[in-house]
């Protein structure tokens, strides 16, 4: 079985500053990739950074960076320079590869909401 | 083909009747999910088709819920004699089998409200 945990249900930040966003997992696959994923007001989850599991370097695109570290299994997610459009859910999601009970079916957290503050 | 298409956006509907809804996947994309999200909650997983084949159920598909991937092309899901604890965000999901480590392309969703 794999899980998704994230503990922070609301987070604000200030227009410009960084911000980063919690995401715990648990799993026996040793091969594993996770997500997030970005769920504004209009309800369309977007796409916003995978990191794999034999990954060397933490995955970064554009303002998006996610802080992988395997030992604690942790996946945060680094807003920088937040934006007023940075608003929404933001939802943690992992997938196993089928190894050791480890599904390839991607599995969701509960999703922090993020206000920006201009 | 400009990503992953579901109709109807908003269905409404009276408790004990049928709804079906509908999603189109990217044409190349072999595989195909359905989740449903509820208020304050993530995406849970309601089933997957690997082309026309429905390869898994999750527990939470009722023997009220069906869904069809007919040629492996466009999909179904009909939900029949409606509950109001059937009321949520349905979203639909696809990738390739081959670039599914690169994030799973998702719909708009169908709101669905039973009253």
Redesign the interface.
Known sequence: AQKITQTQPGMFVQEKEAVTLDCTYDTSDPSYGLFWYKQPSSGEMIFLIYQGSYDQQNATEGRYSLNFQKARKSANLVISASQLGDSAMYFCAMRGFGQEGGSYIPTFGRGTSLIVHP | DTGVSQNPRHKITKRGQNVTFRCDPISEHNRL?W?RQTL??????LT?FQNEAQL?KSRLLSDRFSAERPKGSFSTLEIQRTEQGDSA?Y?C?SSHRTV??????????T?LTVV
């Open positions: 999910y989740y304050g909650q993530g995406p849970e997983f997957y898994e965000m979203l999901a599914a480590n690169y994030g799973y392309t998702f719909g708009s969703g709101r």
